[in-house]
């Protein structure tokens, strides 16, 4: 029986290709900056996205935070979407390590609009803590792997600039973006003062993130880097697996996003499951379940009994996610799956 895991595309396991490179890595000590490999990718990342410079990040989650750390002082504010990853996942990061508030707003499937974030930026009054970064996410998760709208992002661009106010993007998965929209990584990131991309998920790497940013803004990231623990010696071997996916795995991301496409349409057809398909744009599907027919629970633990695993998002939603791990016959197999279950 086929194992289809389509929890997260934090599962992907490094391909023989990728681990070969790794073995091969040429390794330093990156915390005296002599790590070849590590000190590549940055150069790379810098400048694939047009930025002076790049730092490797043990995760996306390190990343965000060395990034707002880097941007903000303590007892500032921070505005973002309510279902934002650095919200939602990052364990209180903020607040325990940057000693900044978050304001969360309401944006429709992920995306917060110029006008929304213009009403909450706080007057220059001692009373109010003060506004000190607005964060975006493209690809967006808990909105169900949606593109952040490029003219949207133009113009909180243009707004943040007028306020002097820095523009950070998680963009653990714009690779993803990138991909489906085909607006080029330098086009997205032309308007953040940082951004951080991870090469965990369906980039296929086991380990690794990196931020990118001005010069100055990096050297600043690198002392919260060395902060948080960080610093890795010889981790030529772990930015190798990160420069193999940029050469052989990047393509690949369309095939996921077909996938999604394919799986999320054939279960929308199914009585009891309730799926917005112009919210699959990538590589993730958010459905939900008519939970009189069948609670999430039942369902994700019908679809283990089938060898499929997925975890419920909350309420009565579902997670699939398609990755590298995952082919066109895992698809279609879980899709009879899901039409014996629901029919």
Known sequence: MRNVDLRSDTLTKPTAGMRATMMDAAVGDDVFGEDPTINELQERVAA??????????????????????????????????????????????????????????????????????????????????????????NTHNRAGGTIYPFSEIERISAFAKSRQLPLHLDGARLWNAVVA???SLKQYCQYFDS????????????????????????????????????????????????????????????????????FGAAIAELPGITLDLSTVQTNIVIFEVDQTRVTVDELIA?????SIHMFGF????????????VNDE???YAISVFQKIFK
Do not use: W
């Open 330 to 332: 895992d698809i279609d």
């Open 314 to 325: 909350g309420g009565s939603r579902v997670r699939a996610v398609t990755h590298l791990g």
């Open 48 to 137: 694939l996205t047009g930025m002076e410079a790049a730092l490797f990040v043990t995760s996306g989650t390190q990343g965000n935070q060395v990034c707002l750390n880097a941007h903000t002082s303590p007892g500032q504010e921070a505005i973002l979407d309510i279902n934002s990853h650095i919200f939602n996942y990052e364990s209180g990061s903020p607040a325990m390590l940057a000693g900044v508030q978050l304001h969360p707003l309401h944006g429709q499937h992920g995306v917060i609009t110029v006008e929304q974030i213009s009403a909450i930026i706080r007057p220059d009054d001692d009373h109010y803590p003060q506004t000190g970064i607005i964060c975006l996410e």
């Open 181 to 183: 929209s085909g607006i």
């Open 195 to 262: 951004v951080s991309l991870c090469f965990s998920k369906g980039m296929g790497a086991p380990v690794g993130s990196v931020v990118a940013g001005t010069a100055a803004f990096i050297k600043r990231a690198h002392f919260y880097r060395k902060a948080y623990g960080g610093g890795v010696r010889q981790g030529g071997i772990l930015a190798a697996a990160c420069l193999h996916a940029l050469d052989n795995h990047l393509p690949l991301l369309e095939a996921d996003h077909d996938r999604a496409r394919h």
């Open 302 to 306: 019908k679809l283990a009994e089938n």
